[in-house]
């Protein structure tokens, strides 16, 4: 077994965020393949499958002692065109990402689809089948590697927090207009099951967004924060005029250059899988074999 395997895998451009179509791939691929996902053969032979590698650089030149395997992700192309659900965007949902991989056509990555495949038993597969690799775009590389990232830094909210919060979701005021939001970030006191919260919540303006999306950005939020204080338990000291000294220079949306990591330190990542899973979109990539 080479040590260098690897390097060797690197150097044919194999890095985070390449990918290869299933129907290039053997038809015993799977056997190489440690996933806990079901039906193996069936996603790596399906032809509107797709393998996108998730592994970071280091990962993959690593020594074959230190570091094995290669860890990828299955995404799946609809039968029909259809535009992506937007929370499965930049991001946003740690459950889903959507890429577009080829013109028009939108691709779902799901996180409970992630396999590892051996090193030298990847090289050996695509060598015979002398399979090239495609490259995502510098941006959804990007994106690619905060939705790994995400689904293992996401906090879980306190329940009666999620109860209270159910009728925004039920009353769509989580819909659409948050496009332009990169991050929603949170703030509870307590941070425990309680019947009464205090709640600081904004929205950070994504990166690459247009300028002028920012005031709609700022109003939906505003909207948003209006009905999180409309419900029993819950107040916004914002509506009120914030008097917290750390929380003054807090609005409903914020410019990345309007944050700092010292305020970050009393936020949490409010990550959308809940608000998504409301919109319909909780049908993972088997519903569309």
Known sequence: MSESVGIELFSQGWAQGTYLFCESLSADFHLHCWATTENLEKQLTDKRNTLILLSQNCDITAKYTIEKTIEFVIARRPKKKKPPHFLNLYAKSTRFLELE??????????ASKVLQIDKQDFINQI?????????????????????????????????????????LRENNILDNGLEHAGSLYLSLEPFEE???????????????SPPESYDSLFKKMEQVIESLNTIEGLTCPYLEKESNENFEAVYPAMRRSEVTVELLDHFIRWNFDSISL???DNEGIDKDI
């Open 194 to 208: 309680s019947e009464h919260y205090i709640v600081r919540l904004f929205a950070l303006h994504r990166q690459n």
């Open 127 to 167: 060598t015979a089948k002398a399979i090239q690799p495609s490259a995502l775009e510098k941006t959804d590389c990007e994106v690619l590697t905060r939705w790994r990232a995400n689904r293992y830094m996401r906090v879980a909210l306190p329940d009666s927090f999620e109860n209270k919060i159910r009728s």
């Open 278 to 280: 409301s919109e319909g």
């Open 101 to 110: 991989l080829t013109d028009g056509f939108w691709y779902k990555a799901e």
